[in-house]
C-alpha cells in the first residue's frame, strides 16, 4: 500500500504571517549574501575596493569588521518585537521544526523564549536565508524571483 503525504500549502484560517514579505525577503538576500563568505582572498587589499575588483566583500572577516553582518543584525534589531518573533517562527516552519499547522505555537514558543539576542540567533542559523524563504512559501508568498 503506498501513502501519500500531503503537506499544506496554505496557513490555517485566521494565521497570518505577522511580518511585512518585503522585509523577510530583504533578510534572506542579506543573509544569503552572508552566507557566501569565504576565506581571505586579497591579503594586500588596497585602499579603494573598486581597485581591488570589490573581492573584499566576499571575505569572511571578524563579525565586528563585517558590514553585511552588521547591516543584518541592525535590521533585525530594528524590527519590534512581534515581527522579530514571527521571523523566529518563520524560520523554524521553514526548517521544519514546526508545520504551518502549528504556527501559533512556533509563535509563542518564539515569544517564550525570546531575548535580546534575537539577531545573532538568527545569523548562526547556517540556512537561514533558504529556511525564511521555505517559511514564506508556506505562507504562499516569494520574493519574486524566477
Known amino acids: ?25 530583504h533578510i534572506i538576500t542579506k543573509a ?3 552566507d557566501a563568505k569565504e576565506q581571505m582572498s586579497d591579503p594586500d587589499s ?4 573598486t581597485d581591488d575588483e570589490n573581492l573584499d566583500v566576499l571575505e ?6 563585517d558590514a553585511t553582518r ?17 521571523l523566529v517562527a518563520l524560520a523554524w516552519v521553514g ?15 518564539a515569544r517564550n523564549e525570546h531575548n535580546k539576542r534575537t539577531a545573532e540567533y538568527l545569523l548562526k542559523l547556517p540556512l537561514l ?3 525564511l524563504e521555505e517559511g514564506l512559501a508556506a505562507f504562499g508568498e516569494n520574493c519574486g524571483e524566477s
Request: with cysteine; proline share 7%.
Open 32 to 34: 544569503r549574501a552572508f
Open 129 to 131: 536565508g533558504d529556511y
Open 95 to 109: 526548517r521544519g521544526t514546526y508545520e504551518i499547522s502549528e504556527w501559533r505555537e512556533a509563535v509563542s514558543t
Open 70 to 86: 552588521l547591516e543584518l543584525l541592525e535590521f533585525i534589531r530594528a524590527l519590534d518585537e512581534d515581527e522579530q518573533m514571527n
Open 1 to 25: 500500500m503506498t501513502q501519500i503525504i500531503v503537506t499544506e500549502t496554505e496557513p490555517p484560517p485566521g494565521v497570518e504571517l505577522g511580518i511585512n514579505p518585503d522585509k523577510v525577503c
Open 60 to 65: 569572511d572577516l571578524p563579525d565586528d569588521a
Open 46 to 49: 588596497g585602499s579603494n575596493a
